[in-house]
């Protein structure tokens, strides 16, 4: 089951992959009455900065750090801490990065956000890449199915004590019925319509929260429709 406190617009989060700090403004103005949640990944990020990150929230919004750090533990871990120093809402890792990068990450940015004085970010490990299929996923070597493939790190990320998990709308119910209500679960992926783009494991919003979604994280569905106002309110009407 997903988080009943949530209402269905806090439930959205607008990722803002583009290239430029100023279009990034634009788009938390326009919809900042509307949506709460906005996410800044490595595209925004490389132009912005941390001094992006809080202008955004200067103007009211909460930030999804979408970073997905992977790297060896102590590397992670000052990374995550950084991030907190942000103040963001959430920010991600890999859980491929293995138990003892997330128990690092998990350890520093408790250890940060408390000496900081301020709310602990949500850790999100990112379970597989909603662009990925079985067929992707072998050539790189994972020769498992992707269910058991999300269900082999969403256990190491509960050893781990990661707060949530990204993974798609295809594995949402599987996790809920496997670890309850333990895990905060952001599914990106997620389409109103029909175009899949270069994601494979794509679900429409009413799915995903039926099945127990907790956050839908949506980009080009939004940014690239002529009326954005209007898609957002129907995907909170088809949510509620």
Known sequence: MSRPDLTPSERIILALDFPRREVAEQWVHKLSGKIKTFKVGPILFLDSG??????LQDMGADIFLDMKFHDIPSTAEKSARQATTLGVKMLTIHASGGIRMMESVSKGVKEESEG???PKPIIL???VLTSHD???LAEIGVNSTTPDSVLRLASLAEKANIDGLVCSGF????LRSEFGDRFTLVVPGIRPGTAEHDQKRVVTPTAAVS???DYLVIGRAITEADNPEA???GIIESIG
């Not at 941390?50 to 202008?55: T, Y």
């Not at 594995?171 to 599987?174: D, I, L, S």
Request: hydrophobic residues 50%.
């Open 50 to 55: 941390p001094d992006g990150i809080i202008n």
């Open 116 to 118: 900081l004085g301020i």
């Open 125 to 127: 490990a990112v379970t």
């Open 134 to 136: 079985r067929g992707s």
């Open 171 to 174: 594995e949402v119910g599987m």
């Open 211 to 213: 099945l127990g979604a």
């Open 231 to 233: 898609v957002i309110q």
